[in-house]
C-alpha cells in the first residue's frame, strides 16, 4: 500500500515489479478511495501518480461508493471500478431525472438550497449526491443538507463538512 503522493515509493516499487524475475505476469495498480463522485479528484491525482510508474499496469480503483459521472469519466481513461454501490443520477430526489419527489417540491427544494448558497446549492457540478460518510460529507452533497459556514451566512446543515464548520464549533454552539 502507498500513498499517491510517495513518488520515490511509487517509482521504487514499479521498477522493482517490472524488472523482477516475475515480470511476465500481470501487475496492477489499485486506486481505493471511500467515495468516487465526478472522478476529477482520483484522476488528478492518478495522472500525477502514473508519471512515474516504471512499466505498464492495469488500473483499477475499489470504492465503497462510486456515482456514474465518475463511471463515465474512469472509462474514458481506461480505469477499471469496483464499487458497493453505484449511486445513480435517478436517486438523487432534487434531480430532474428522479421521479421520488413531485417536481413541485424539488423546485422548492432546490429553491431552498440556492437561498443556503447561491454558487453550489447542489454541491459540486450540481450533483446533489445523497451520501453521507462516517469522516465527512462530500462537497457533491446539497448545501440543503450540509448548510454553509462562510462569510455573513451562516446555514447549519444536519450533516456539515468539517471543512465547513466554524473555527470553534462546541456543543454549547452547535
Known amino acids: 500500500m502507498l500513498d499517491s503522493k510517495d513518488i520515490a515509493g511509487l ?3 514499479t521498477q522493482r515489479l517490472a524488472s523482477g524475475a516475475g515480470s511476465s505476469q500481470p501487475y496492477a495498480v ?6 468516487v463522485g465526478s472522478g476529477n479528484q482520483l484522476l488528478t491525482n492518478r495522472d500525477a501518480a502514473a508519471q512515474f510508474y516504471a512499466g505498464t499496469f492495469t488500473e483499477f480503483v475499489l470504492s465503497s461508493v462510486i456515482c456514474e459521472e ?3 469519466a474512469l472509462s474514458r481513461e481506461g480505469l477499471n471500478h469496483f464499487a458497493g454501490i453505484v449511486h445513480t ?3 438523487r430526489p432534487l434531480l430532474p431525472n428522479c421521479d421520488f419527489l413531485p417536481d413541485q417540491t424539488r423546485a422548492r427544494l432546490v429553491e431552498m438550497a440556492r437561498a443556503v448558497h447561491s454558487r453550489y446549492p447542489l454541491g459540486f457540478k450540481d450533483m446533489a449526491t445523497m451520501v453521507i460518510l462516517y469522516s ?3 462537497n ?3 448545501r440543503l ?4 459556514y462562510s462569510g455573513d451566512h ?4 444536519l450533516f456539515p463538512r468539517t471543512k465547513d464548520l466554524p473555527p470553534v464549533w462546541t456543543p454549547a454552539t452547535a
Not at 489499485?30 to 467515495?35: A, G, S
Not at 443538507?145 to 454553509?148: A, E, F, N, P
Not at 451562516?154 to 446543515?157: D, F, I, P
Open 89 to 91: 443520477r435517478s436517486e
Open 70 to 72: 465518475a463511471i463515465s
Open 11 to 13: 517509482q521504487a516499487a
Open 154 to 157: 451562516q446555514v447549519r446543515g
Open 30 to 35: 489499485v486506486y481505493v478511495d471511500d467515495f
Open 136 to 138: 465527512n460529507a462530500p
Open 145 to 148: 443538507l450540509t448548510g454553509t
Open 140 to 142: 457533491s452533497t446539497s
